[in-house]
């Protein structure tokens, strides 16, 4: 959540930083709502310290054998002042809570300015773009010949955008899930296998409601969502809880399928394994202490790119603008890796720091060193998005044949299998 202090304390400062996403948020709003609420509390303070003095001085007229009627009288006309305002607070708070529900992030002082993904800054390259000596074909294409895609029977299952995988398709899906939860584990994450249905305060508390309530999977007659990914689950494991300062930073991994409306998406990517409904993802996860998050998003997308460089899928990073920020990240790296049939970089990880934004609603706090309870900071990554890593490897590792080699690191994993033909 918007940290209400900010606003109160540099109000300026937070309009300036909400203002380099390129929107208006009504922040006059919040001035006005809060203006209001402490001019009630005012109110209040006043008239109940009118209270006090009244009661201190009833026992005394008494004593004296004065009537103390009058002063009754003005108590319970106080009395009834006070309780007739404080629906009116309460309503205000609400609206304060609605408001600071709606207000993104703001982003981190070294996340560049921009408002679409033109304006992302490129960081770092590894490898080089996959050269043919033959006219590549795109990984829909590749993966139908090959027999390992059934697109034709998840439309009759499911319908559009979905994909099923089958034979040595689904094996290929399966080797990448453990490859990549075992690299994670050996980076020192502790795996999870978490639900994949949410309810309504851990979908908030991750910032996907109320930002992205149209573009999730509402269970039916339930306040409960299909996950669009394992962050959700993994942010609440510690969701109204204080924690140890000491375990800091803590380090979760969890495959889930994923579950998305792409209700924005309509017309783009319609083939293929880029933007379906349902994908799979490996997810990495951290709770850090605020000093140290930014060295732990530096860690954190390291060992993102350590599933690509094993792939030995070339790819590059980018430092997203302001504009392209997501709801609740104060700052993401974007790790795009290199698809043959769009001759560009496609996105393939996201790694980002919330710092103190999803802590705030999740009620996640430390004790620092002098015992006191403070907000920790997030941080999370696909590590990687399964489906696209299928597409990446189908189109890097075509043969002129229409065979598919299998990179070094997942021979294992295929039972030793080197190819798909």
Sequence with gaps: MFDIKLLRENFEVAKAALSKRG?????????????????????????????NMASKQIP?????????????AEMKTLSDAIKALEPEVRAIDEALETFLLNIPNTPHFSVPNGLTEADNVEIRKWGEPTQFTFEPKPHWDLGENLKIFDPTTAVKIAGSRFIMLRGQGAKLQRALISF??????????????????????SMTSVGQLPDKEGQLFHLADTDLFLIPTAETPLTN???EEIIDGAILPVKYCAYSPSFRK?????????????????????????????????????????????????????????????????????KTYDLEVWMPSYNR?????????????????????FKDAGGKPVFAHTLNGSGLAITRTIAAIIENFQQDDGRLKI????????GGMTEIK
Excluded: W
Aim: neutral net charge.
């Design 23 to 51: 929107k208006d948020y009504a922040l006059e709003k919040f001035e006005d709502l809060d203006k209001r609420r402490k001019a009630l509390l005012r109110d209040s303070e006043d008239m109940k310290a009118k209270q």
């Design 60 to 72: 005394m007229l008494k004593k004296e054998g004065k009537d103390t009627a009058h002063i009754m």
């Design 180 to 201: 990549m939860l075992d690299r994670h584990a050996a980076h020192g994450y502790e795996e999870i296998m978490p639900p994949y249905i949410a309810n309504r305060a």
């Design 237 to 239: 494991i510690h969701r």
């Design 262 to 330: 792409e209700a924005g998406a309509a017309g783009r990517d319609t083939r293929g394994l880029i933007r379906v409904h349902q994908f799979d993802k490996v997810e990495i996860f951290k709770l850090s202490r605020p000093e140290d998050s930014y060295d732990e998003l530096e860690k954190l997308t390291a060992d993102a790119e350590d599933i690509l460089q094993k792939l030995e899928l070339p790819y590059r990073v980018v430092n997203l603008c302001a504009g392209d920020l997501g709801f609740s990240n104060a």
């Design 345 to 365: 970089y496609v996105e393939i990880s996201s790694c980002s720091n919330f710092e103190g934004f999803q802590a705030r609603r999740a009620g996640i706090r």
């Design 407 to 414: 990179p070094k690191a997942l021979v294992p994993y295929m």
